[in-house]
Every structure is written in C-alpha cells, then in structure tokens.
C-alpha cells in the first residue's frame, strides 16, 4: 500500500501548537450543524490554504455524485468534492486549523494515518470533531450536546446522557480513536438538533455547536451575526407551529416530555411517569411530516 504521505499536498506549514477543528460531510450532520459552523468561520475571519486531499483517491463518485450545471447548450461548472485544511486567526489573532470537506469512502485507515501525520508535523495540540445528530426534543428548549474525548480530562464538567451504544462507524470517529491510541489529545462534539429539522439547514445548532467548540479549545469566536441567523428561523418554525393546534400540541407534548427527563437527571432519578406521553420518535416524525407539508406549500 502507498504512503499516508502520497494522499495530500502541503500548500504551506503552520505554527505550532494550533487546534484542528474536523468536519467530514457524508455520514451525519443534522441541521448542517457542523457545515454551518465550517461556513461562518470561513466567511468570518481571513483564512488561507496548507493542505488538500486526493478526493480522486478517497471519495466514490457514484455513490455520492457530485453536481454539475448544464446551461442551454453546454456543460458551464462542475461542483467539485473537496477535503481541505484551512489555517485560520480568531478574534485574537489564535492560530488555529479547519479541515473540511467530503467524507472519505475509503482507505479510513490511511487517510487517519496521513490525518495524524499532519498533526504530528505541526504539533497540534488539540483535535476537535463536530456534527448534528437528530434527537426527540423540541426547538423551544436549548440543544443539548454530546461530548466525547480521548482522555476524561478533557470533557471538565461536561457530561452525556447516553451510556453504551453501538452506532456506524465514520471517518471522525475513527481518527479520535486513533489519535487516543496514539496517545494525542482529541475529542468532539454532537449537538442535538429536533429530529423535525434534522433536514433543514438550523443555525441555532451552529450557535449551540461552535459555543461548545469556543468553550473547549478557548478559541475566541464572534457569534452575533449567528445567532442573529438563528432567531430569524426559530422564528418562522414558530410561525409554522402556530399556524397547526394540532402540531401545537404536539410541540408542547415533546417540551413536556423534555421537560421530565431535565428534572429527572437533577433529581438523579427516572421515577417520572412518562407512560401517558406518545414516544420522541413519534412525536417528532409527525411534526417533521407537517412541517415538510409546509414547506411543499410554499413552494
């Protein structure tokens, strides 16, 4: 098998000592969580290119089909996969990595070992993963957050309300793995989005996702102009929600719902009663079907 080394090309070095924030399109982002997140921050602050991947090598095309633009007569543009590290400032001129882009479909192991290279060669000192995963809460109360690391001192106070699963493996999961084993310091973060706008595209999880990332890495991020995007959709869901009694009930059954299980984890007990309240995932697929409609209506 060829080098890790021959999967990527080094555009320019970087200083040492900076954090690698990850974020892979293709297995899980619910509300392009992750994806607003790489978006804001590249639109926010000056970044510049040290480092792209073979996608020829790495990405299967006719699984995920990349777009093209016919226009009349001619082929004008080809959309392009991409998977990319961009050196970017914070607020307070912090160096600090983003690698972004499509999600490769193979060669996992090689692409991790050439990921690791590069953290070896620059000396990071933290990496940092991000998604969106669907979950059976309502959009009226905070998005929680998963979080999950290479060493339990990096999580601090954070804590997860999920025990043992077992679930698809992905390209970011598996180079946290690795790093741990190799004994670099890695963790990530999974925002819970309501399963009902899991498709949509919902700042207010790039908010509650990049606060996260701000808080473990230090880094210092302007969110205004985010959370700006986040009450303006917040505010048209609850327009939609308004406009339905019946998804109004549903909405408050899945805050009642939330509501219990918040209480339960203070309380350090599950002796709620939640018998007589239908399931997350029912209540969350029939908002999801109205609010679908919806959006077919004002098409």
């Known amino acids: 098998m060829s080098e890790p080394r021959e999967l990527y090309e080094i555009v320019s070095d970087v200083p040492s000592g900076a954090v690698l924030l990850t974020d892979f399109r293709g297995f899980m982002d619910a509300g392009s969580a992750a994806e607003g997140v790489s978006a804001y921050l590249l639109e926010t602050f000056e970044h510049e290119l040290v480092a792209r991947f073979d996608v020829d090598g790495l990405v299967d095309y006719r699984s995920r089909r990349p777009s093209m633009t016919f226009a009349a007569d001619h082929w004008e543009d080809y959309d392009a996969p991409r998977l990319e590290i ?4 914070d607020e307070l001129g912090t160096p600090f990595l983003l690698l972004s882009g499509s999600e490769p479909d193979v060669q996992w192991e090689r692409f991790v070992a050439a990921v690791r290279g590069l953290i070896e060669r620059w000396g990071v000192r933290l990496t ?22 290479t060493r339990a001192e990096l999580l601090g106070n954070r804590q997860s309300v999920f025990n043992r699963l077992r679930v698809p493996g992905n390209v970011a999961a598996l180079l946290e793995l690795r790093l741990g084993e190799a004994g670099h310091d890695a963790m990530g973060f999974a925002v819970h989005v309501p ?10 999880a790039s908010v509650t996702l990049l606060e996260a990332v701000a808080d473990a890495t230090g880094l210092s ?20 929600v308004r406009a339905s009694s019946e998804v ?6 899945l805050e009642r719902q939330y509501d219990m299980f918040v209480d339960s984890v203070e309380r ?10 239908p399931t997350a995932d029912e209540l969350g697929a029939e908002l999801e079907r109205f609010l679908a409609d919806q959006r077919r209506g004002d098409a």
């Open 86 to 89: 961009h050196l970017l400032h």
């Open 128 to 149: 940092v993963g991000m998604h969106g995963i669907p979950m059976g809460a309502p959009h009226t109360r905070p998005l929680g957050v998963t979080p999950h690391a």
């Open 195 to 204: 399963h009902y706008l899991a498709q949509s595209n919902y700042p207010a």
């Open 221 to 240: 991020v302007p969110l205004d102009e985010l959370r700006d995007s986040a009450r303006e959709v917040d505010a048209e869901v609850d327009a939609q």
């Open 248 to 253: 109004k009930d549903v909405v408050e059954a």
């Open 268 to 277: 350090d007990s599950l002796l709620a009663d939640e018998s007589q309240l």
